[in-house]
């Protein structure tokens, strides 16, 4: 039997999961069309076990992890970005 490798793909479902919770987030808050602070900062904080998840792919050298990875940090940095200017837009 093979060494057992642990799941390194949960970091990046964990960011996705985390980019839509800050857009749940701006929906209670109103409108995800007015953005949120709030739901910025917690899609953000994605970033980082998604940044986990690269390192772990790296580390195993493979390629689904890894690339799965680099679209969960996309994902929550984008959709943290666009829920921040948004929000300032909103303000101004």
């Given at each position: ?24 987030i701006?929906?209670?808050q ?63």
């Amino acid at each position: 039997m093979g060494d057992p490798v642990p799941d390194s793909k949960t970091p990046a479902l964990a960011a996705i999961g985390l980019a839509v919770v800050g857009l749940v987030i701006a929906a209670l808050q109103g409108s995800v069309v007015h953005g949120s602070i709030w739901g910025g900062i917690i899609a953000l904080v994605g970033a980082i076990p998604a940044c986990y998840g690269m390192w772990k792919g790296i580390q195993q050298e493979t390629q689904t992890t890894l690339a799965l990875s680099v679209a969960a940090v996309l994902v929550s940095l984008g959709v943290a970005g666009l829920l921040i200017v948004l929000r300032v837009i909103h303000w101004l």
